[in-house]
């Protein structure tokens, strides 16, 4: 095992689909506080619904169908997201599939907290060890 240690800045990434878009921006208003504290990156049109109806500025990436799920899954890869939070609609086939399935997959090979809805969403953002830093066990593969 390796330890990766996570500041307590925390490098959040924002995914959501498009029946979920809504609901992640309702989310993101209620923690509008908690998430000014940390950066923001997220998948295209996430990120500019939540930039165009809050104060918050993420880092804009592709859209999750042209790229942005691999582009978040690289920079976790790489150390660069602390947390993820993918609200997904379980509902809906998603032509990316495999790039979203290759998304959660990542996640959990490189330990990264991971809320695929609203209340682990919240879970994680009352979490004490969000705003500390954190030594995460990552296996050597």
Same mark, same amino acid.
């Given at each position: 095992m390796t330890n990766i240690e996570s500041p307590a800045i925390k490098v959040i990434a924002l995914?959501?689909? &498009?029946?979920m878009k809504q609901e992640m921006l309702e989310w993101a208003t209620e923690h509008e506080i908690e998430l000014k504290r940390h950066i923001l990156i997220a998948t295209g049109s996430t990120g500019k619904l939540i930039a165009d109806n809050t104060s918050l500025t993420p880092e804009r990436l592709r859209s999750g169908p042209l790229g942005g799920d691999q #582009? %978040?899954? *690289?920079r %976790?890869?790489?150390g660069g997201v602390d947390v993820l939070l993918?609200?997904?609609?379980?509902?809906?086939? #998603? $032509?990316?599939? $495999? &790039? %979203?399935r290759a998304l959660l997959r990542i996640a959990v090979v490189w330990n990264i907290p991971v809320a695929c809805n +609203? *209340?682990?969403?919240d879970f994680i953002m009352s979490s004490p060890l969000l705003g500390a830093p954190y030594q +995460? +066990?990552?296996p050597k593969y």
């Open positions: 995914v959501a689909h &498009d029946n #582009q %978040i899954g *690289a %976790i890869s790489d993918f609200f997904w609609d379980p509902l809906e086939p #998603q $032509p990316h599939d $495999p &790039d %979203i +609203r *209340a682990s969403a +995460r +066990r990552v």
